[in-house]
């Protein structure tokens, strides 16, 4: 279904057009339509192309990096702290965020030396998360790429421009 000039497809139409990509990880996504606007968040963990879990939220005013960033704490909640899996994100952002830049910030006090932390309040969440599932591995995968889980996880955070 088209919104906002994009199409929008339920979870079950990605299951039926999707094949491709890995087929066990967790796979997260955020959605925003305006910045901000009304947005949405999707997690789907998979095991062997068979579904383990999936969890979505909503909220009436974000932004996209907000609601990637929802995505990617729920991913974390859900996992036991000794889960060995990957979790796919496909916010370059996000995933450098935690891979590469939360460690300085958090040793400078939470400051950036070019300015304050967007969303700071998350991305320390998410960085605890991180730190608390040492052998979870967090990777950026390519959007709209046709990969089928990371497909069904835009599908969860789309769902709220489904409703009327």
Same mark, same amino acid.
């Given at each position: 279904?088209?919104?906002?000039?994009?199409? /929008?497809?339920?979870?079950?139409?990605?299951?039926?057009?999707?094949?491709?990509?890995?087929?066990?990880? /967790?796979?997260?996504?955020?959605?925003?339509?305006?910045?901000?606007?009304?947005?949405?968040?999707?997690? !789907?963990?998979?095991?062997?192309?068979?579904? !383990?879990?999936?969890? *979505?939220?909503?909220?009436?005013?974000?932004?996209?990096?907000?609601?990637?960033?929802?995505?990617?704490?729920?991913?974390?909640?859900?996992?036991?702290?000794?889960?060995? !899996?990957? /979790?796919? *994100?496909?916010?370059?952002?996000? !995933?450098?965020?935690?891979? $590469?830049?939360?460690?300085?910030?958090?040793?400078?006090?939470? @400051?950036? @030396?070019?300015?304050?932390? #967007?969303?700071? $309040?998350?991305? @320390?969440?998410?960085?605890?998360?991180?730190?608390?599932?040492?052998? /979870?591995?967090?990777?950026?995968? @390519?959007?709209?790429?046709?990969?089928?889980?990371? $497909?069904? #996880?835009?599908?969860?955070?789309?769902?709220?421009?489904? $409703?009327?």
């Amino acid at each position: 279904m088209p919104y906002n000039g994009r199409l /929008v497809l339920r979870p079950e139409e990605v299951l039926e057009r999707y094949h491709d990509g890995p087929k066990s990880g /967790v796979f997260t996504d955020g959605s925003c339509e305006g910045n901000p606007g009304p947005g949405g968040w999707g997690v !789907v963990w998979v095991e062997d192309d068979e579904i !383990v879990a999936e969890r *979505s939220g909503r909220s009436d005013s974000t932004t996209n990096n907000r609601m990637e960033l929802a995505a990617l704490i729920a991913a974390y909640e859900l996992l036991p702290e000794d889960a060995r !899996v990957t /979790v796919h *994100s496909d916010s370059q952002l996000c !995933v450098r965020t935690v891979n $590469e830049w939360a460690a300085g910030w958090e040793r400078r006090g939470w @400051k950036r @030396k070019s300015g304050p932390i #967007a969303n700071l $309040e998350l991305v @320390k969440r998410l960085y605890a998360l991180a730190g608390a599932h040492p052998h /979870v591995e967090l990777r950026w995968i @390519k959007a709209h790429d046709g990969s089928r889980w990371n $497909e069904y #996880a835009d599908a969860l955070a789309s769902a709220y421009s489904l $409703e009327s």
